[in-house]
């Protein structure tokens, strides 16, 4: 009798394990892995959460190429101050045993809310302590700074001081707060269209020359007639069905996609995937949409899908308005919603309206989504960089891109330095003042007398 | 029976004593000691560095005076400085796998993190200011891992290299004269299994 009773707690027993293991399997090999994620993930990853093989090794934790693959070519293109090879001399092995700089994820670790800072940097904010604990002896100005404000001091950072060495600051001393002739850069985007299609821009397309079958919808045919597409002889088909490697056209699509872009716009579209618009779709994850951001964003705007479309129109191609329409049809955070009444905005409309002087109207496109120099073997020219992130946190970096062509070097030291200036969208003066410039003018003008 | 027993107890030991004195020696014949591996390189960056800094930075900066060699070189699109370029051959080499490292290091540095850090390299460092054309060589652990290390003089070769030095707000010494020992190479070949 004993018998058979523990033979029935054994197959009971068996039965659960082999339910829980078909269900936690399910759930692992299953599109949905939401059970196995520990904790919340930080503003920088929490949109590909669920992709847990984008930094994840299995049986090798987080590789440091799974880092490099999306971050790598940034850190490399400012000349990061702390790279990996600076560590990996002998010489450094004692501070490695402290902090092991070589590794990424040795200060930004995922999946620990509870310790995460600024930067998803999840060290304790005094780390530059540990090798930097002489600094007063090399510079006596530094001798009453406390330790945890060598970052948040608007003077340096860990990766990126392109706009922060002592010797830029020292070539840009005594500039305005604005600069006499302020201007952003024009885009320049012909030559390489004319690089990838010899046959672009012969001549302005019209209504006659479109070359969709069939009908077309009105609104479709009259947004494209005026755009930039019609202008540089883009037609219907070079996008809807486009010629394909052999040369034949490919069947019709409705809704070509962002691939029907790539042919001509693929640095855009590495951008665009590179930042928090496309990152989802760089990882193979459905587009991204409002309601699944951290940010405050317009209730009307769930449910949009983003895309090159969501933000340029299909047909319209407009680039004036997602430089700015775009942006707040979605975003509905203070800095967004201040920006309708900002000195920037108040110029962006009077160059729209036509009596601002060229490149002098600032939209959320000028800042967040630069203008910047490219290189290409042969071409040189400025195009539009879609990584809004890439110059957003720590906001130093925008400094060199954007501030600087319009205002002084402390000017936009203090502006960004400012949060409540930031939050109101730069309405009014900066509140307080970064000493790094006055720092750096002091040391210049010291006697350069031997040490004994 | 016996001249077998003789034989064996004489040959035997020979041959093993003569086999134990061969493979004690520690290495086949031909190949090289780390001492003679750090010269050998040394003489090749130090040559490779003195023809970039004679014929590349002092004759066009100094003597054509058409171009600069400075510190921030890809923003102001000038020459790459000689210590810079030696610094990045080293980065270079690590990134190609090289078991090997040498840096450039100095009592006087502009940079404080190029000051001595281990014991080997200071008192290496002084000693090699202190014996004019001498090198310096030991043993040292780090990270749990023993290095033979080597340290060279590092003299100022080209009058370019005693100028800006001397005129450079964060250099600690400002009376470098051509020929001066102005810092030293350290290369350091992982020794052991």
Same mark, same amino acid.
């Given at each position: 009798m004993a018998d058979t009773k523990q033979k029935r707690w054994w197959l009971a027993a068996g039965l659960v394990m082999l339910a829980l293991s078909g269900y +936690? &399997?399910?759930?692992?090999?299953?599109?949905?892995? /939401?059970? +196995?994620?520990?904790? !919340?993930? &930080? =503003?920088?990853?929490?949109?590909?959460?669920?992709?847990?093989?984008?930094?994840?090794?299995?049986?090798?934790?987080?590789?440091?190429?799974?880092?490099?693959?999306?971050?790598?070519?940034?850190?490399?293109?400012?000349?990061?101050?702390?790279?990996?090879?600076?560590?990996?001399?002998?010489?450094?092995?004692?501070?490695? *045993?402290?902090?092991?700089?070589?590794?990424?994820? *040795?200060?930004?670790?995922? =999946?620990?809310?509870? /310790?995460?800072?600024?930067? %998803?940097? *999840?060290?304790?904010?005094?780390?530059?302590?540990?090798?930097?604990?002489?600094?007063?002896?090399?510079?006596?100005?530094?001798?009453?700074?406390?330790?945890?404000?060598?970052?948040?001091?608007?003077?340096?950072?860990?990766? $990126?001081?392109?706009?922060?060495?002592?010797?830029?600051?020292?070539?840009?001393?005594?500039?305005?707060? *604005?600069?006499?002739?302020?201007?952003?850069?024009? /885009?320049?985007?012909?030559?390489?269209?004319?690089?990838?299609?010899?046959? &672009?821009?012969?001549? !302005?397309? !019209?209504?006659?020359?479109?070359?969709?079958?069939?009908?077309?919808?009105?609104?479709?045919?009259?947004?494209?007639?005026?755009?930039?597409?019609? /202008?540089?002889?883009?037609?219907?088909?070079?996008?809807?069905?486009?010629?394909?490697? $052999? %040369?034949?056209?490919?069947?019709?699509?409705?809704?070509?996609?962002?691939?029907?872009?790539?042919?001509?716009?693929?640095?855009?579209?590495?951008? +665009?995937?590179?930042?928090?618009? %496309?990152?989802?779709?760089?990882?193979?994850?459905?587009?991204?949409?409002?309601e699944l951001a951290r940010q405050p964003m317009q209730p009307d705007a769930h449910g949009r899908e983003l895309g090159c479309s969501s933000c340029h129109g299909a047909h319209a191609v407009n680039v004036r308005r997602a430089a700015v329409e775009s942006c707040v049809e979605c975003h509905d955070d203070q800095h967004s919603k201040a920006y309708a009444d900002s000195p920037h905005a108040r110029l962006w409309r009077a160059e729209q309206a036509g009596h601002g002087a060229a490149g002098s109207g600032v939209s959320c496109a000028t800042c967040h989504l630069p203008r910047e120099l490219h290189r290409d073997v042969d071409l040189k020219g400025i195009r539009v960089q879609h990584n809004q992130n890439a110059n957003l946190r720590p906001n130093e970096k925008m400094i060199r891109g954007v501030c600087m062509h319009c205002h002084g070097l402390g000017f936009s030291i203090d502006a960004l330095a400012d949060p409540a200036l930031i939050q109101r969208n730069f309405t009014g003066r900066p509140a307080a003042h970064v000493e790094s410039l006055d720092l750096a003018a002091t040391r210049l003008k010291q006697p350069r007398k031997p040490k004994p | 029976m016996r001249k077998l027993k003789t034989v064996t107890r004489t040959v035997v030991p020979l041959v093993i004593l003569a086999s134990v004195a061969a493979c004690s020696g520690g290495k086949p014949a031909g190949s090289i000691t780390p001492q003679q591996l750090t010269d050998s390189l040394h003489t090749v960056l130090s040559t490779d560095r003195a023809v970039y800094t004679k014929l590349i930075v002092n004759r066009l900066q100094n003597e054509e005076k058409i171009i600069k060699a400075t510190e921030h070189w890809k923003e102001e699109k000038t020459l790459v400085l000689p210590a810079q370029m030696f610094r990045a051959g080293a980065e270079m080499v690590r990134d190609k796998g090289a078991t090997f490292s040498y840096s450039l290091l100095s009592t006087w540095p502009i940079n404080k993190q190029n000051a001595p850090k281990t014991e080997a390299e200071k008192t290496g460092l002084d000693y090699i200011v202190a014996n004019k054309g001498k090198n310096y060589y030991t043993e040292e652990t780090l990270g749990g891992k023993k290095y033979f290390t080597a340290v060279y003089p590092d003299p100022a070769v080209a009058p370019a290299c005693v100028t800006c030095h001397n005129d450079h707000k964060d250099s600690p010494k400002k009376d470098f004269k051509l020929g001066d020992t102005m810092g030293g190479v350290v290369i350091r070949v992982p020794m052991g299994s």
């Open positions: +936690f &399997s399910a759930r692992l090999f299953g599109d949905d892995r /939401r059970l +196995f994620l520990p904790n !919340t993930t &930080s =503003h920088g990853h929490h949109q590909i959460e669920l992709a847990c093989d984008t930094c994840h090794t299995p049986f090798a934790g987080v590789k440091q190429e799974a880092c490099n693959q999306c971050h790598g070519e940034e850190l490399a293109a400012v000349n990061d101050s702390h790279p990996r090879k600076k560590f990996e001399d002998p010489r450094n092995a004692d501070r490695l *045993t402290v902090l092991d700089a070589r590794y990424c994820v *040795t200060c930004h670790v995922e =999946h620990q809310p509870e /310790r995460t800072l600024a930067m %998803g940097v *999840t060290q304790p904010v005094d780390f530059c302590f540990n090798c930097h604990a002489e600094i007063a002896k090399d510079r006596p100005s530094h001798k009453n700074y406390a330790f945890d404000g060598c970052a948040a001091s608007g003077c340096h950072n860990f990766h $990126d001081n392109t706009a922060l060495y002592e010797d830029f600051l020292v070539k840009h001393l005594n500039e305005p707060a *604005t600069l006499a002739r302020p201007a952003v850069a024009k /885009r320049d985007l012909k030559p390489w269209i004319k690089l990838v299609s010899p046959n &672009s821009y012969q001549r !302005t397309l !019209t209504r006659a020359d479109a070359d969709a079958p069939g009908a077309m919808a009105p609104k479709h045919l009259d947004e494209w007639v005026g755009s930039a597409h019609a /202008r540089a002889g883009v037609n219907c088909r070079d996008c809807h069905a486009p010629a394909q490697v $052999d %040369g034949a056209r490919a069947a019709w699509q409705d809704k070509p996609g962002a691939a029907a872009c790539n042919s001509c716009h693929e640095r855009e579209q590495q951008g +665009f995937q590179a930042g928090r618009h %496309g990152m989802r779709l760089a990882q193979k994850l459905s587009p991204m949409r409002p | -």
